[in-house]
């Protein structure tokens, strides 16, 4: 059963905390991507990454960090200087970097309190 | 700097209406013009994407109509059914270069 699995669901952390979110995916794709989601906002991208051991940044870096050590799994780092961390997490892969349809898992939320 | 505007907001139609969703984008470089759709709690997928070349691309209900010379999309939902209700992203892209820019989305709610 191919996809992107996202984990943990839901999350909450205390305020000056970092926290990691997990994606993993089977589908052998080479692009991976990170969004956030806010009310009203849309989706904003964070990092992607075109292959293993590379990483762009996206609109709205700053306070992530992210790694690529293997083809199937893309962690996304919220840490501490992240002003806004309170979002819903959208992790997707595509084929090849830029190429068209992503594939999306099913998101974390994650709650600062 | 909003690359990719759409509007409404949020959409109430009634079932077997049309449902129109607009999106006006600004960088003419883009090749690239898809629509998600997501239900509450899940990721977005993929409903239908349209390339510059043709004015419009029809799948079942789903159309996008294409202008470029406005440079404008819209996806048109035909027979609006309760199952329809989720909340629909465009977005925009240069195809092999540029990472997807989306739209802030359009909640609908088909009532019956």
């Given at each position: 059963?191919?996809?992107?699995t996202q984990s943990p669901k839901y999350l909450f952390r205390k305020e000056g905390q970092n926290v990691t979110?997990?994606?993993?995916?089977?589908?052998?794709?080479?692009?991976?991507?990170?969004?956030?989601q806010d009310p009203g906002q849309g989706l904003r991208l964070i990092y992607y990454s075109q292959i293993v051991n590379d990483f762009q940044k996206g609109d709205?870096?700053?306070?992530?960090?992210?790694?690529?050590?293997?083809?199937?799994?893309?962690?996304?780092?919220?840490?501490?200087?992240?002003?806004?961390?309170?979002?819903?997490?959208?992790?997707?892969?595509?084929?090849?970097?830029?190429?068209?349809?992503?594939?999306?898992?099913?998101?974390?939320?994650?709650?600062?309190? | 700097?909003?690359?990719?505007?759409?509007?409404?907001?949020?959409?109430?139609?009634?079932?077997?209406?049309?449902?129109?969703?607009?999106?006006?984008?600004?960088?003419?470089?883009?090749?690239?013009?898809?629509?998600?759709?997501?239900?509450?709690?899940?990721?977005?997928?993929?409903?239908?994407?349209?390339?510059?070349?043709?004015?419009?691309?029809?799948?079942?209900?789903?159309?996008?109509?294409?202008?470029?010379?406005?440079?404008?999309?819209?996806?048109?939902?035909?027979?609006?059914?309760?199952?329809?209700?989720?909340?629909?992203?465009?977005?925009?892209?240069?195809?092999?270069?540029?990472?997807?820019?989306?739209?802030?989305?359009?909640?609908?709610?088909?009532?019956?």
């Amino acid at each position: 059963d191919g996809g992107i699995t996202q984990s943990p669901k839901y999350l909450f952390r205390k305020e000056g905390q970092n926290v990691t979110l997990s994606c993993e995916q089977n589908l052998n794709h080479d692009a991976m991507y990170w969004y956030r989601q806010d009310p009203g906002q849309g989706l904003r991208l964070i990092y992607y990454s075109q292959i293993v051991n590379d990483f762009q940044k996206g609109d709205i870096a700053e306070g992530y960090s992210v790694s690529r050590e293997k083809k199937e799994s893309f962690p996304l780092t919220v840490t501490s200087a992240q002003k806004n961390p309170t979002a819903f997490y959208l992790c997707a892969s595509s084929i090849a970097a830029q190429t068209g349809e992503l594939f999306f898992g099913e998101g974390s939320r994650l709650t600062v309190l | 700097q909003q690359q990719v505007k759409q509007s409404p907001q949020s959409l109430i139609v009634q079932k077997g209406g049309i449902s129109i969703i607009n999106c006006a984008y600004e960088n003419t470089a883009f090749d690239y013009f898809p629509w998600y759709q997501q239900f509450p709690g899940k990721g977005p997928a993929l409903l239908i994407a349209i390339r510059p070349d043709v004015s419009e691309k029809k799948e079942g209900r789903f159309t996008i109509s294409f202008n470029k010379s406005a440079k404008q999309f819209s996806l048109h939902i035909m027979d609006s059914q309760p199952g329809d209700s989720a909340t629909y992203f465009c977005a925009a892209s240069i195809l092999g270069n540029t990472p997807l820019v989306f739209g802030k989305g359009t909640r609908l709610s088909v009532i019956a």
